[in-house]
């Protein structure tokens, strides 16, 4: 299995779609933070302001997807999926291997991107003596923040070993894509308005509600309902081994033709 | 000894399309084996159904002994050249090469190895959408033959070779056999294949047809009397009417059934004029036509 594993890091190093995801992510997250923290006046910053700069971060994990469901498709799109079935014919790892790669990667890449946007922010904070609280004192609250960017990193991992199984699923391409856009930016949100009870419980909505954390959570009185933590963390859980399951078991079954 | 054994292989798609009807057939160690027949004939399917990439409605198949994804390192055993396979068009025909055998676990160097092999190593860096088709070939060729394996298996290998590149195959493949493999090549060019192959897998309409050596079959076939005539048409005419099997290119005829004797009678009966007239032993095309224009009356 490790010369699996290593095949499939080599398959991402070896082309530019990882690296297209990460100045992707840098696009989303790092510019407009250094746009906002750069050209925003001093006084609205302050106070915990300069935290809006970072917010382009919660973009990452929808590209992740996409960078999960093109993993998967790009092997069907140029045939390669033959190669890694012949190299390796028991199709359950392969596709094991693949949501765990992948899973990874997209971490690393969600780590690096808010490591530059954190690193963006102090730096011109520091230029324009902005004070920072939520990123320099040391308080009571530092577990809970390294808490948040684990979970952060964790839904972003998670979601891109979403997008794997939904690309081994579905296989085409841009259908996938432009299908799951639709869906989370479009569907979730209609339903989350017409039905909330049930929006709440629909898979891009557990993801965000795991990123975002309390923050949603801020109770029926406002409209907005929204799913715990520890909640979320299961539904999303929940989707992603059923998907991951479903697109073992179909890879197993399905004819390379 | 055997090395490929299909029993009553028959794979469906969906309701309507049964690409491969009841095959059975051995491939014996050391051959190399032609899988004959036109487009649609079922000669891919039954590629696949041997590497484990699609599954057989009924029957079964083996290769050395077992099931392909039941063979320990599979890609070290067997090495394949599919039609459908290729290979990321951004990654470097080096890096395409080194992700199989790193997913295989063969040594890195090997990687060199058969690129020279192939010829390729001058464009070794360069990314594969820059190839020709000729060139993807080679490196499919490359990659097949990466786990140094017991027995290739080819799909239409000659596709998008030039005539050069085809002389290139038929050395390779002869070099491969010299080692002592096992070659089981696909191909519907039958004269590309005649030149190379020990014995043949005849198919059509997804069954086997004949199974044998060349030699054999060729010879069991009924002789085919060639003619070249300015009224080509017209003896082709006279010909159908006395019931002979007739194959006409412009002023060619080549004709199944009657004796040459037969032919010059009938042509002068009618006025004729023949400019050539003479029996040669079946080709491989004959025999193929041979048996499947008996298989459609039949």
Redo the contacts between chains.
């Keep these: 299995m490790t ?2 594993i ?2 499939e890091f ?2 991402l190093s ?4 990882a690296f297209g995801l990460f100045i992707a992510a840098l696009a989303v997250s790092v510019l407009p933070a250094i746009l906002v923290m750069s050209l925003v006046p001093r006084a609205a910053l302050s106070d915990g302001g300069a935290a809006i700069a970072a917010s382009g971060l919660t973009i990452v994990p929808l590209l992740a997807v996409v960078f999960g469901i093109l993993g998967m498709t ?1 092997e069907y799109r ?3 999926i ?9 199709r359950g790892i392969v596709m094991i291997v693949k949501l765990v790669c992948y899973g990874v990667a997209g971490t690393l890449v969600m780590a690096a991107t808010a490591l530059l946007v954190v690193l963006a922010i102090a730096l011109i904070a520091a230029v324009r003596d902005i004070p920072l609280p939520w990123l320099t004192t040391a308080n009571a609250s530092d577990l809970e923040t390294i808490r948040n960017a684990a979970m952060f990193l964790l839904t972003t991992g998670m979601m891109t070993a979403f997008g794997v199984s939904l690309g081994a699923l579905l296989r085409a391409q841009v259908p996938t894509i432009a299908g799951v856009m639709v869906w989370a930016l479009a569907i979730e949100g209609i339903v989350a308005i017409i039905k909330p009870r049930i929006g709440m419980y629909l898979p891009f909505a557990a993801f965000q509600q795991l990123t975002m954390g309390d923050a949603l959570n801020v109770g029926e009185a406002s409209g907005l309902l929204a799913l715990t933590r520890p909640e979320a963390f299961l539904v999303a859980i929940a989707y992603i081994a059923v998907f991951s399951v479903a697109a073992v078991f179909i890879s197993m ?1 399905r ?3 | 000894m055997p090395v490929i054994e299909a029993e009553h292989l028959s794979k469906r798609f969906g309701k309507k399309v049964l690409a491969v009807d009841d095959v059975s057939f051995t491939i014996e160690e050391g051959t190399i084996t032609g899988v004959l027949g036109p487009n649609g004939a079922g000669k891919t399917t039954t590629l696949r159904m041997i590497l484990d990439l699609v599954r057989p409605t009924a029957g079964h198949v083996s290769i050395l002994g077992s099931r392909y994804r039941d063979l320990h390192a599979p890609a070290t055993r067997v090495g394949a050249l599919l039609d459908s396979a290729g290979f990321h068009p951004g990654r470097t025909g080096r890096n395409a090469l080194r992700v199989i055998a790193t997913g295989a676990r063969i040594p890195p160097e090997r990687v060199g190895e058969v690129l020279d092999m192939v010829e390729l190593t001058d464009a070794a860096r360069r990314r594969v959408k820059g190839y020709s088709t000729g060139m993807k070939q080679r490196l499919a060729l490359a990659a097949a033959l990466l786990g140094d394996p017991e027995i290739l298996i080819l799909d239409e290998p000659a596709n998008g070779l030039d005539p050069e590149g085809m002389r290139w195959l038929r050395a390779f493949l002869r070099a491969q056999a010299s080692e002592g493999r096992t070659v089981l090549v696909a191909s519907h060019v039958l004269v590309e294949v005649e030149q190379t192959v020990d014995d043949v897998l005849i198919m059509g309409r997804g069954k086997l047809l004949a199974q044998g050596p060349i030699a054999r079959l060729t010879a069991g076939a009924a002789p085919v009397v060639r003619v070249r005539s300015p009224h080509a048409e017209k003896l082709e005419q006279l010909l159908l009417q006395k019931g002979a099997a007739v194959n006409r290119v412009e002023t060619a005829l080549a004709i199944r059934g009657p004796s040459s004797a037969e032919v010059g009678e009938l042509a002068n009966a009618g006025g004729i004029v023949l400019h050539e007239l003479l029996t040669e032993q079946a080709s491989l095309e004959d025999l193929f036509l041979q048996i499947a224009g008996t298989r459609r009356e039949s």
């Design positions: 010369g699996l290593r095949a080599l398959k070896s082309t530019r779609t790009n140029h045939g390669t033959t190669y890694t079935y012949l190299t390796t014919p028991r079954r004819d390379v033709t």
